[in-house]
């Protein structure tokens, strides 16, 4: 059985592990499900050993482990989701200690790992209150990889068992992406121009004619996150995909952020670029700005799409373990008290006490408004139903068996959905 749901945590270690000027990338999992019916609120530990060769370097990996209820995630495990420990040239042994939800039945455990790189693993033991309990084929030693899943993997992946390097026994599996496709977009010198902007370097790309369509990216993400956007829209728009203020190739001071603050960026981006009123479309962070700038400069949008917004941040928006994993990475962040990593420890904290919306004020939005959402997505749905409730003219999609990741991981439907609307 093929779980999708397991990509709802793929957006969680993009928000919580790419460095702010990265380019965003969609991770991959294999995983197998572990019966924890009689172990319900119990501590665990996952371990295993990994050793990478690494051909870009925003390739990373790290152990994971999900509490499943019939389908439904219900917490997160990792470990460091970070390559900075890592040896190279050497096994490295990863660790996770965690508790099981208390309303578990399964508990999927295994990898997530993107990037151009080849992934070995080997030796993965999961125990239970003290317990070893017994991971099939967890040594690797079976040349059929099953029970093993591998999901979201990319088509030049290629997944196998291997004799060298090995941990221990006789064989490790090796997820190779050697081979995987790079994208242009986000770097892309002909299409690529800087504003400046408040102060600082906005950097966008453009690419098409007609009318304008502004694409906005979420948080510690980039132009690239839109590369199976861009070339589709461009044919019927003139896209201009923009690179938040601190993110990608954009600069940022040291004001303290916020979407009104994005919203305000865009507004002014518009008016350096002489664009009277654009359509948008805001995927995440993006979509949160794209709201904002909505109700407050009306006569600047078209049509307004958005993908996985929020109007505040708390339990009747967001899951309990997303916000968890944002406060874990805040406090790993102050610990190391590094300077450079200074924009991503002020990025997540506008992620937990950002937006500020009241729902009565998107009545001020006058443009149609297509609200959307994955039928996974770490968005509640009955916030999502908030937001196009509470907008005058409005629409909202679901997307079936997709996540907060939907625009990568059901392109077609997803562009068409928007085109449809933006053409209507």
């Known amino acids: 059985m ?4 397991l990509i709802i945590f793929c957006f969680m270690a993009i928000v919580i592990w790419q460095p702010a000027r990265s380019q965003t990338v969609l991770f991959s999992t294999f995983f197998q499900l572990v019966n924890v019916h009689d172990h319900q609120g119990e501590p665990f530990k996952l371990e295993g050993w990994i050793f990478v060769e690494r051909l870009s370097s925003n390739a990373g990996v790290t152990l994971m482990a999900l509490s499943m209820m019939d389908g439904k995630q219900l917490a997160t495990s990792t470990g460091k989701l970070t390559m900075e420990g890592f040896k190279t040239g050497e096994w490295n042994k990863v660790v996770i200690l965690g508790k099981i939800d208390k309303h578990a039945n399964q508990l999927a455990i295994g990898a997530l790992f993107s990037g151009k790189a080849k992934f070995f693993f080997d030796d993965l033991k999961l125990s239970i209150k003290g317990q070893e309990i017994t991971i099939k084929n967890g040594e690797f030693e079976d040349s059929v990889i099953s029970p093993w899943q591998a999901n979201n993997l990319p088509k030049e992946a290629n997944i196998k068992v291997i004799n060298q390097p090995i941990h221990a026994g006789k064989q490790a599996l090796c997820i190779d992406m050697s081979n995987i496709a790079t994208s242009s977009y986000g770097n892309n010198s002909e299409a690529g121009k800087y504003a400046n902007i408040n102060g600082n370097k906005i950097y966008y790309e453009v690419y098409g004619d007609g009318q304008p369509l502004l694409m906005l990216h979420g948080a510690l993400e980039s132009i690239v996150s839109f590369e199976k956007q861009i070339p589709f829209f461009a044919k019927s728009f003139k896209v201009i995909a923009v690179d938040t203020r601190g993110h ?3 600069t940022a001071d040291s004001m303290k952020l916020s979407y009104e603050l994005y919203a305000d960026d865009v507004y ?3 008016n350096e670029l002489n ?3 654009a359509y948008i479309l805001g995927w ?7 709201l904002i700038l909505a109700m407050q400069h009306p006569g600047k949008v078209k049509k307004l799409a ?3 917004a929020v109007l505040f941040n708390n339990n009747t928006s967001i899951f309990d373990w997303v916000n968890k994993a944002i406060k874990d990475q805040i406090k790993t962040l102050e610990k190391k008290n590094d300077p450079s990593q200074d924009f991503e420890w002020r990025v997540k904290h506008c992620l937990l006490t950002e937006p500020n919306i009241m729902p009565s004020s998107l009545k001020a939005i ?4 297509l609200v959307m959402a994955g039928e996974h997505d770490v968005v509640k749905e009955g916030h999502t139903k908030l937001i196009a409730n509470s907008i005058p003219s409005s629409k909202m999609v679901i997307f079936e068996k997709a996540s907060h990741q939907a625009p990568v991981e059901i392109p077609d439907k997803f562009n068409h959905t928007v085109l449809r609307f933006f053409q209507e």
């Open 248 to 250: 990608g190739n954009s």
């Open 306 to 308: 958005v993908m996985g």
């Open 268 to 270: 002014k981006l518009l």
């Open 275 to 277: 664009i009277d009123s």
């Open 2 to 5: 093929k779980i999708k749901f």
């Open 284 to 290: 995440s962070d993006g979509g949160n700005t794209g």
């Open 366 to 369: 006058k443009c149609p408004v």
